[in-house]
């Protein structure tokens, strides 16, 4: 082969490459994920309505509102904050397309950080999306990454200096929307996002947000609620009727008064709502797994990371049985039902009562998707997309 022909061979195939891996981007970038929002949802706005630079961003998202019946307090329920984690997404679409307050007002964010939902780990070989499979041929959703994309905000900085504690964190940490509250007006995309959230928690009076996580069996925090001091007691209680009552371990810790830049510590200091984050197990996310395959992400099966337990690394049980999506969903839904009624048995004068959605046990018998509605059979103006 000539010179000049090698050359030509070797342009074409990068060309193809491109092309090919281009297609592939934009397609998962551009993936519409349908909601079909239940009788419950009473209106749907955009983030921007509490903060208007947000317009026309890759995170201006939907906010859907649940008006109760009656009145009672309001709790907000933030998925997506972190997309790589999709049982937080999930349980937040079974809320949005099943839930209906008759005390007390909810608010659902299915991609807090929709930037972060539409593009996977760079270098990291994930699959670009997943699917849950329904009666009606199931349901495909963006996989997403921990960070923001860095299409809607780049470069990142040499140092990332959190504001207003002015800590030092991890240069990256500039994308990720759990290291950037409370954000600020002038900030960049990630930091507006938050401040946004801010506004919308002091201006919808809202009085306990949750914020919904999973984590990798190597981590420390897992299973566990991670509570503002302000939700000591709702998330003590809340975490003991949960082990009691339904069967799986549901730990508590602190929300350290020193770690900057969290959902659980700066929304709690820096509004009147409580803060919560729970914290489900992944083992897609742990870094000693098999092949990062979309079939691993929703069995949660993986001999690497069971070897990695038979050598005591794990803060987490593992078995060849994996950590299953239904199981992980379950775990959030029923976290967020018991924080509704244990804080309404604190609090009965400002109740907190939601029906229609499937707790733990439930989700696991009829999986997830059971409760995910078709949206070919939805009514136009019931049905949104993320
Ligand atoms: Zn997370």
Same mark, same amino acid.
Request: glycine share 14%; proline share 14%; hydrophobic share 30%.
């Given at each position: 082969m000539t010179p000049m022909l090698r050359k030509i061979v070797f342009s074409v195939a990068g060309l193809l490459l491109l092309i090919v891996s281009g297609m592939s981007f934009y397609e998962s970038r551009n993936l519409k994920e349908p909601v079909v929002v239940s009788?419950?949802?009473?209106k749907v706005v955009r983030l921007s309505t509490y903060f208007?630079?947000?317009?026309?961003?890759?995170?201006d998202c939907n906010i859907y509102i649940l008006e109760g019946k009656e009145p009672g307090a309001t709790l907000c329920i933030l998925g997506g904050?972190?997309?790589?984690?999709?049982a937080g997404r999930l349980a937040t679409w079974l809320f949005a397309e099943n839930a209906v307050m008759s005390k007390g007002r909810l608010i659902v964010v299915l991609s807090a950080n929709r930037s972060g939902s539409t593009v996977t780990r760079?270098?990291?070989? #994930?699959?670009p999306d997943f699917t849950i499979p329904t009666s009606w041929g199931g349901q495909t959703f963006r996989l997403g990454?921990?960070?923001?994309n860095p299409l809607d905000?780049?470069?990142?900085?040499e140092v990332y200096i959190h504001y207003p504690s002015f800590q030092e964190l991890? #240069?990256?940490?500039? @994308?990720n929307l759990n290291r950037?509250?409370?954000? @600020?007006?002038?900030?960049t995309l990630t930091e507006k996002t938050t401040y946004a959230f801010m506004e919308m928690i002091r201006k919808e009076k809202v009085d306990i947000v949750i914020d919904l996580h999973e984590a990798e069996?190597? #981590?420390?925090?897992?299973s566990t609620i991670v509570a503002h001091e302000k939700g000591q007691e709702l998330a003590v209680i809340a975490s003991m009727m949960l082990t009691d009552m339904e069967g799986f371990k549901m730990g508590m810790e602190f929300s350290p008064?020193?770690?900057?830049?969290l959902s659980h510590r700066e929304i709690g200091d820096h509004s009147d709502a409580i803060s919560l984050l729970f914290e489900a197990p992944e083992p897609?996310?742990?870094?000693?797994?098999g092949r990062t395959t979309r079939e691993q992400l929703l069995t949660g099966q993986d001999d690497f990371v069971v070897k990695a337990g038979k050598h005591g690394l794990l803060f987490e049980k593992i078995d060849e049985?994996?950590?299953?999506i239904d199981v992980r969903v379950g775990r959030h839904t029923s976290a967020v039902l018991q924080v509704m009624s244990s804080w309404t048995e604190a609090y009965p004068d400002k109740p907190l009562v939601c029906d229609n959605v499937p707790r733990y046990a439930e989700v696991i018998a009829r999986?997830?998707?059971?409760f995910l509605r078709a949206p070919a059979e939805a009514r136009q103006d019931r049905l949104f997309h993320e």
């Open positions: 009788d419950g949802v009473t208007s630079p947000l317009q026309g961003t890759a995170n904050t972190h997309p790589e984690e999709p760079v270098g990291g070989a #994930y699959p990454d921990r960070w923001s905000q780049w470069p990142d900085p991890a #240069y990256v940490d500039i @994308r950037c509250w409370p954000g @600020r007006p002038n900030g069996l190597q #981590y420390p925090v897992i008064k020193n770690l900057h830049g897609f996310l742990d870094a000693t797994r049985k994996g950590w299953p999986g997830t998707g059971a």
